[in-house]
């Protein structure tokens, strides 16, 4: 493909929606380069599932070429599926199930889907490089790196994720706020001497198991890849990077902020404590599934809910993903809104490179499209987490006592 360099974009963080648009941007032949602070691609676990949904799978077909896209799909989970909300003791309270259509619903593992984003960008990803401020010039911005070095772009755009660097300078108003919540996210194997430790039952249910306690509560969920990652990347892009496709169950015990004991960032053991003794009094599945943790997986993730953003700083200079509105994960709609910025800032572009637009004209646009959708989905996500884990005791009674006595027992404590 021919790329012209007389426009070009430089992008901060090669996460879910840096590593997209630098895809949609690629198809259409446009200079762009992607800074990202990790000395390697997969330096850090990133081990853990996520749920696409239709935004999230629209701009992944937008922006993919179709056999990576095509990957993303035989290498992600069966379409479908359920969310069960339980009881500690895994007794249903109500259930959502998903709709199975080609384009619907799914799981896929997070590591795989950011292999297939690097797919194709080879050269063109600069790692060790840790964005710190964009300078707005004459003839255009600088993105700016911790090192010293900077980079002139057309358009620069931040994706460098929850506690971004660039959004205090670019959206000075905005920025995200702390919750009361928090996480403790861990992955174990699904399979042991041949057997699924999820029960039959909930073999394709994601589990929100609530506590009777306000702020206490348990998610897990089993990610089965489709085909396996190894032979699927050698049939469509052999050489890069496949992860091993080893079927796991993800999970995360929910916690108040306040309960998180001084020094567990980062200490992994401490962390597996900390979710073995909040777990105690939950069924012994969930117990069995932080007692075999693997130990180099499990974070400590504090939930933050980013605010709107009145003013942006540097007319050609822009924000996506986490950077600008990180919200809880409840509803699995951060990514999938990260993707859909993704999508829609690559539109905006290569229409204005089209139509001759001017290219500020092209970023306010699609600030104004985003912010809405975006925000909408943080005060969807962050008021589920107050229903969901907040002290107010009738929902909470509802949820815990009410419900689970008028369903059957989903998993016999055996
Ligand atoms: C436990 C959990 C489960 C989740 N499940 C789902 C789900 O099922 N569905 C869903 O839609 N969402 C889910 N999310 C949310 C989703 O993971 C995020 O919303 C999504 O990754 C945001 O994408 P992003 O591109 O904005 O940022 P990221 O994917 O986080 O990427 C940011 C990148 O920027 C890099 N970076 C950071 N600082 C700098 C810097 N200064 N300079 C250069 N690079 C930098 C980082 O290293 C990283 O590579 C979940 C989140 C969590 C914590």
Redesign the pocket.
């Known amino acids: 493909m021919d790329v012209s360099t007389d426009f070009s974009v430089a992008i901060?963080?090669?996460?879910?929606?840096?590593?997209?648009l630098a895809q949609y941007l690629m198809r259409a032949g446009i200079d762009v380069h992607v800074?990202?602070?990790?000395p390697g691609p997969f330096v850090?676990q990133?081990g853990?599932?996520?749920?696409?949904?239709r935004y999230?799978l629209e701009a992944l077909r937008e922006s993919l070429p179709r056999p990576l896209y095509r990957l993303a799909l035989t290498t992600g989970d069966e379409p479908g599926g359920h969310v069960r909300f339980t009881d500690s003791r895994l007794r249903n309270a109500f259930t959502i199930t998903f709709k199975i259509e080609p384009h619907a619903t799914r799981?896929v593992d997070?590591l795989t889907l950011?292999s297939i984003l690097m797919s194709g960008l080879d050269g063109r990803i600069h790692y060790g490089?840790?964005?710190?401020a964009v300078d707005d010039g004459p003839d255009g911005p600088w993105l700016r790196?911790?090192d010293g070095g900077s980079v002139a772009a057309s358009v620069v755009v931040g994706?460098?994720?929850?506690?971004?660097?660039?959004c205090r300078q670019l959206i000075p108003d905005a920025g995200p706020a702390n919750t009361a919540m928090a996480?403790v996210?861990g992955r174990s194997p699904l399979w042991r001497d041949g057997e699924s430790v999820i029960p039959e039952a909930l073999r394709t249910s994601g589990v929100l198991a609530i506590a009777d306690r306000p702020g206490r509560a348990f998610f897990f969920t089993s990610m089965r890849f489709g085909e396996s990652p190894r032979e699927a990347f050698a049939r469509v892009t052999p050489g890069s990077y496949a992860p091993t496709g080893d079927d796991y169950v993800?999970w995360?015990m929910l916690l108040r902020q306040e309960e998180v004991p001084m020094g567990v960032h980062g200490n992994l053991l401490a962390l597996r404590e900390l979710a073995a003794r909040l777990s105690a009094d939950f069924h012994p599945l969930i117990r069995r599934l932080v007692d075999t943790a693997e130990l180099d997986a499990t974070?400590l993730?504090l939930f933050a809910a980013g605010r709107r953003p009145r003013r942006w700083a540097v007319p050609r200079a822009t924000m996506?993903?986490?950077?600008v509105h990180?919200?809880p994960?409840f509803g699995?709609?951060?990514?999938?809104?990260?993707?859909r910025?993704?999508a829609l800032l690559g539109r905006r572009l290569v229409e204005a490179r089209a139509s001759g637009e001017p290219v500020e004209d092209a970023i306010a646009r699609y600030q104004d499209e985003m912010v809405p959708y975006a925000f909408r989905a943080v005060d969807t996500a962050a008021g589920m987490m107050r229903r969901l884990t907040g002290d107010a005791s009738a929902p909470r009674w509802v949820l815990t006592r009410v419900l689970p006595r008028l369903h059957r027992v989903t998993v016999p404590e055996a």
């Open positions: 901060a963080g090669a996460g879910l929606s840096g590593l997209c800074y990202e602070r990790d850090r990133q853990y599932r996520i749920i696409l949904d999230g799981q997070r950011r490089r840790s964005a710190v790196f911790s994706a460098d994720g929850v506690r971004s660097a660039l996480g996210y993800m995360g974070v993730n996506m993903g986490d950077a990180v919200m994960p699995a709609h951060g990514g999938n809104t990260a993707l910025d993704a």
